[in-house]
T-cell receptor
Framework: GAGVSQSPRYKVAKRGQDVALRCDPI?????LFWYQQALGQGPEFLTY????????KSGLPSDRFFAERPEGSVSTLKIQRTQQEDSAVYLC????????????FGQGTRLTVV | KNEVEQSPQNLTAQEGEFITINCSYS?????LHWLQQHPGGGIVSLFM???GKKKHGRLIATINIQEKHSSLHITASHPRDSAVYIC???????????FGKGTKLSVIP
């Protein structure tokens, strides 16, 4: 597609429910990033893929968070047993390469855990 | 870890005013993004720069690597410029972006 596409745009989950957030990067973009943006804050790094390889997952806040990109294109961020503190906007970004290449961001998924 | 500070946090301007948003960071970088985020919307990259100055329409971005400082200027501001503007930096040799908290701009007709 023309840009980075994320779905769903909005998700309301009951505490304890599992959720899956999808990111379709720009075709041909090697690098894919997930960020978490709490209300009123700047985004915080979660994880980074280069093609299908998850090279950095140091930002994932707990083992309830899991991300995959099995074929090097679409990525899914899964959150198990959601908690209220997981409520945030989850942003996906892709770029042609790693350092020095501009990042293109998706619209984000706003997750609200009730 | 790089600390990215933006000022002001909030800015209200009259339509037509010249606007400046500032960004400073604590550690050397390879490049800096200026990003725009509308309410309920995603993030759009306005500029990526590593030196000097870039201009696109009414937007101008400058960076001073020695002073670890960048500015985003908007000339002849318009209500449609109302958004949150975020500064984000790539650390030297890093693929990770570190973000500022953003500057919320409101342009009043």
């Amino acid at each position: 597609g023309a840009g980075v596409s994320q779905s769903p745009r909005y998700k309301v989950a009951k505490r304890g429910q599992d959720v899956a957030l999808r990111c379709d990067p720009i075709s041909g973009h090697v690098s894919l990033f997930w960020y978490q943006q709490a209300l009123g804050q700047g985004p915080e790094f979660l994880t980074y893929f280069q093609n299908e390889a998850q090279l950095d997952k140091s930002g994932l806040p707990s083992d309830r968070f899991f991300a995959e990109r099995p074929e090097g294109s679409v990525s899914t961020l899964k959150i198990q047993r959601t908690q209220q503190e997981d409520s945030a906007v989850y942003l996906c970004a892709s770029s042609l390469g790693g350092m020095g290449f501009g990042a293109f961001f998706g619209q984000g998924t706003r997750l609200t855990v009730v | 870890k790089n600390e990215v500070e933006q000022s002001p946090q909030n800015l209200t301007a009259q339509e037509g005013e010249f606007i400046t948003i500032n960004c400073s960071y604590s550690v050397g970088i390879s490049a800096l993004h200026w990003l725009q985020q509308h309410p309920g919307g995603g993030i759009v990259s306005l500029f990526m720069l590593s030196s000097g100055k870039k201009k696109h329409g009414r937007l101008i971005a400058t960076i001073n690597i020695q002073e670890k400082h960048s500015s985003l200027h908007i000339t002849a501001s318009h209500p449609r410029d109302s958004a949150v503007y975020i500064c984000a930096v790539y650390g030297a040799g890093s693929y990770q972006l570190t973000f500022g908290k953003g500057t919320k701009l409101s342009v009043i007709p």
